[in-house]
């Protein structure tokens, strides 16, 4: 979304190898595209954080940078993947960890017969990774800023309080009220009430500096 009667371009984001200690291969990234990696390495292998992680990251953030066998592992999981899209898929992101994984740590590697027989299950959350790259997203933006009644008049818009409802791994999927506080430039704070307790959800932003008395606060984009 443009930030409030701001017209210059805003500076850089910090990239994930400016921001972590340890980084080796996930080099020169935005910090959200990194965490949008360990977002997906835990959804394609039906782990969490602290599978790949030592167990020190419960107590100490810092340990995030800890080396621990998995860690090794996943780097050269990584490095293996980006080697089969460059030889055979011209560089596009054609194979993923999901790819083979689909939320196991060991893959399959028996056709199974089941799959092949039972009834066809449609994913309502199914899609595909962008691969033709002949409309851009600048261009679906424009439309729907233009839908919206044009760009001066959403820059006129400076803050925001929505409500609604949200389910997560953290709710046990549940579905439970989410606020939502949001005031430019640059502030963010959601509230979710979980069952049995009220608690404003820290995140990773804590390892840029913009975890504030432990809301999330985070930067637009
Ligand atoms: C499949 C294993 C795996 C899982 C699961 C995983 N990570 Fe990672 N994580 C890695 C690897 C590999 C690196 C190092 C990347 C590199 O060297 O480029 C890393 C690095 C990081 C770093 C950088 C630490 C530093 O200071 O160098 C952070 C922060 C991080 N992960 C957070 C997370 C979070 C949060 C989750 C859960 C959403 C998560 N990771 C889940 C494998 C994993
Ligand atoms: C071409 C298929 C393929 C792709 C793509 C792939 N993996 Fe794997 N991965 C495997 C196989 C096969 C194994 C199991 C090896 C074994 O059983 O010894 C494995 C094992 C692992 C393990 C060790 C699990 C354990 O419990 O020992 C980790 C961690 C892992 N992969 C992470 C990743 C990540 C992260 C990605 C994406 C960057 C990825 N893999 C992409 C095939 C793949």
Same mark, same amino acid.
């Given at each position: 979304m443009a930030q409030a009667g701001q017209q210059a371009a805003p500076p850089a984001p910090p990239?994930?190898?400016?921001?972590?200690? $340890?980084v080796q291969v996930l080099k020169g990234i935005p910090v959200d595209q990194f965490m949008d990696?360990? +977002?997906m390495f835990s959804a394609s292998l039906g782990y969490d954080c602290s599978s790949c992680h030592s167990q020190e990251i419960h107590t100490d953030r810092a340990a995030f940078a800890i080396t621990t066998p998995l860690i090794t592992r996943a780097r050269?999981?990584? $490095?293996?993947? $980006?080697?089969?899209?460059?030889?055979? =898929?011209? +560089?596009?992101?054609r194979v993923t960890c999901f790819t083979c994984h689909r939320g196991n740590p060991s893959p399959e590697d028996v056709p199974s017969l089941a799959l092949q027989y039972a009834d066809v299950v449609d994913d309502p959350n199914a899609m595909a990774l962008v691969r033709d790259r002949s409309v851009m997203p600048d261009q679906v933006f424009a439309k729907y800023l233009q839908a919206l009644g044009g760009a001066p008049r959403v820059a006129a818009l400076t803050? =925001?309080?929505?409500?609604?409802?949200? +389910?997560g =791994? $953290?709710? +046990?999927?549940?579905?439970?009220?989410?606020?939502?506080?949001a005031k430019a430039p640059n502030q963010r704070t959601q509230v979710v009430r979980a069952p049995m307790v009220t608690a404003s959800r820290p995140s990773m932003a804590a390892a840029c500096g913009c975890l504030k008395g432990g809301v999330r606060s985070r930067s637009w984009s």
């Open positions: 990239t994930s190898d400016q921001i972590f200690k $340890n990696a360990m +977002g050269q999981m990584i $490095n293996m993947m $980006n080697g089969l899209n460059e030889a055979n =898929f011209g +560089g596009r992101p803050s =925001f309080v929505a409500r609604g409802s949200y +389910g =791994f $953290n709710t +046990g999927g549940a579905d439970v009220p989410i606020e939502i506080t």
